[in-house]
T-cell receptor
Framework: AQKITQTQPGMFVQEKEAVTLDCTYD???????LFWYKQPSSGEMIFLIY??????QNATEGRYSLNFQKARKSANLVISASQLGDSAMYFC?????????????FGTGTLLAVQP | NAGVTQTPKFQVLKTGQSMTLQCAQD?????MSWYRQDPGMGLRLIHY???????DQGEVPNGYNVSRSTTEDFPLRLLSAAPSQTSVYFC????????????FGPGTRLTVT
């Protein structure tokens, strides 16, 4: 069965520094997709970035980039130039392809605190 | 566009009571789903729908019912609330499918005493 692992329950970073949030996955499906979502203290889930397994380049969206290492089965989120507003919970998710309908499975999340 | 809306934001129920969590989206998305979020467990899929009139079970469906009579609305019914259903509930919709980018509602925090 597919699985998503986020091993960092919490992280601290200084404002303006870069931070990497880890995500590893396990799947035997050659076609899969990986997502990162942000959940601020207000509670809503915000889509950040997506990487397809066949994408040749690492995905980037503004200050967010995805360090996709297929052989290592990792899809780490890199946030450059951290801002106080980046303090939030971050979830990695993967497209699950077992069964008739594809679904998303989520990791347990990493709580990021940006310090001034 | 309001996106995905959920009501109520907060609810306290007694064990055995029933209630319906409302979810609506105005983006004309075919795919809608309900997740629950518990501490240390990420989000888990409860039920989902691939279009009006079509629903199916997710990972943790027991104790919940859904229906999808219109494209816009996807209510989640708790039949007989239990303390184990204390959680934060998120409704989500998607244009392309359940395994693509999801647009989430603001969540409903439910406490069952």
């Amino acid at each position: 069965a597919q699985k998503i692992t986020q091993t960092q329950p919490g992280m601290f970073v200084q404002e303006k520094e870069a931070v990497t949030l880890d995500c590893t996955y396990d799947t035997s499906d050659p076609s899969y997709g990986l997502f990162w979502y942000k959940q601020p203290s207000s509670g809503e889930m915000i889509f950040l970035i997506y990487q397809g397994s066949y994408d040749q380049q690492n995905a980037t969206e503004g200050r967010y980039s995805l360090n996709f290492q297929k052989a290592r089965k990792s899809a780490n989120l890199v946030i450059s130039a951290s801002q106080l507003g980046d303090s939030a919970m971050y979830f990695c998710a993967m497209r699950e392809t077992s069964g008739a309908t594809n679904k998303l499975i989520f990791g347990t999340g990493t709580l990021l605190a940006v310090q001034p | 566009n309001a996106g995905v809306t959920q009501t109520p934001k907060f609810q306290v129920l007694k064990t055995g009571q029933s209630m319906t969590l409302q979810c609506a989206q105005d983006m004309n998305h075919e795919y809608m789903s309900w997740y629950r979020q518990d501490p240390g467990m990420g989000l888990r899929l409860i039920h989902y729908s691939v279009g009006a009139g079509i629903t199916d079970q997710g990972e943790v469906p027991n104790g919940y019912n859904v229906s999808r009579s219109t494209t816009e609305d996807f209510p989640l019914r708790l039949l007989s609330a239990a303390p184990s259903q204390t959680s934060v509930y998120f409704c989500a919709s998607s244009l392309r499918g359940l395994s693509y980018e999801q647009y989430f509602g603001p969540g409903t925090r439910l406490t069952v005493t």
